[in-house]
């Protein structure tokens, strides 16, 4: 997803292992769209299968409030990774990328179309893009930057990194510190080692993508019903059985939108209302970033659907190229 990568279909990647990418902000409607798009492949003859790129679907334990899809709703399509971890084991990106490259690869191999179907900017950037092979980095380095304060850590980031300092918001601790922890551990800014990614499949396959923006108010308020639906189907029993074993805070699933404050309530720090209020607060950010983020990272050249209507649906395959 680099721009300097753009495959494309009908350009130098590989004609005969297309890819499928149905990618965009949390709730505009990508899994509907990805099964429609594999039901209209079946009607040419061609197999497929819905592949997820979502961050908090790979999980088991978050059927509801990461809205997995149902059996109804894949509607006889195969769909892959969608549930494939334990919350207690945290699905880095690196595990994602591999995982997909044999699913994709297994399809391939039987003349099926692997359909990227999720809204992780990272999952399909290293997926596609490859990671930046920095070295382990020194534990004495780690320890001296973890003991330093937000501003501390930024105040160094911006001496030592100052490209890094100006593309990480200042509230952003975590990168702050990986961004530090990098250049002073191996001598070269993270920019310098993202420029040396590897082991990317974008240059590979023959990349059909569409990235899904409707307008932002519609996107909000879907965001808003569909946390008050998950909430009366199941949310709350799903988030008591997570917090019934003990899982470290920090797991990735611990840390899901929705499982926080759907917590507080069930330790009582907030009311129904009010974990409703948080959790659809929490959503719509989530679906801001997400928006921004498929706005400018993704080459220009891919194509942006703001509307996803009947004239699509009875297209889908034509959208696609295929």
């Known amino acids: 997803m680099s721009k300097r990568q753009s495959p494309q279909s009908g350009g130098e990647a590989a004609p005969g292992n297309p890819v499928a990418l149905i990618a965009g902000p949390t709730a505009t409607g990508k899994t509907d769209l990805g099964v429609g798009l594999a039901q209209a492949l079946a009607e040419r003859g061609l197999e ?35 549930g494939a971890w334990d919350g207690a084991e945290p699905c880095s990106a690196v595990d994602w990328a591999d995982a997909a490259k044999r699913e994709i690869a297994a399809l391939h191999e039987r003349g099926a179309v692997p359909i990227l179907v999720g809204g992780t900017g990272l999952y399909l950037r290293t997926l596609l893009d490859g990671i930046a092979p920095v070295p382990d980095i020194d534990p004495a380095v780690r320890e001296q930057v973890r003991a330093l304060d937000t501003e501390q850590a930024r105040a160094a980031l911006e001496r030592e990194d100052a490209e890094a300092a100006a593309r990480l918001a200042p509230a952003d601790t975590s990168r702050t510190m990986r961004a530090l922890e990098v250049v002073r551990s191996t001598g070269h800014p993270l920019a310098w080692w993202q420029q040396r990614t590897t082991g990317g499949i974008g240059d590979a396959v023959s990349l059909r993508p569409l990235i899904l923006l409707p307008e932002r108010e519609w996107l909000y308020q879907r965001c808003d019903r569909r946390f008050e639906v998950m909430m009366e189907n199941g949310a709350v029993d799903e988030v008591a059985e997570l917090i019934a074993r003990r899982l470290d805070p920090a797991l990735p699933v611990m840390r899901a939108i929705g499982v926080p404050e759907i917590a507080a309530m069930l330790k009582g720090e907030l009311s129904r209302e009010e974990a409703i209020a948080a959790g659809r607060q929490a959503t719509r950010r989530y679906a801001k970033r997400q928006y921004t983020w498929f706005r400018r990272q993704p080459p220009g050249d891919w194509p942006r659907l703001e509307s996803y209507n009947d004239s699509v649906r009875e297209n889908l395959a034509s959208l696609f190229q295929f």
Request: no cysteine.
């Open 48 to 82: 497929a299968a819905v592949i997820n790129a979502d961050s908090a679907q790979v999980y088991r334990d978050l059927h509801v409030l990461s809205a997995r899809p149902s059996e109804d709703e894949m509607r006889g399509v195969p769909h892959l990774l969608f």
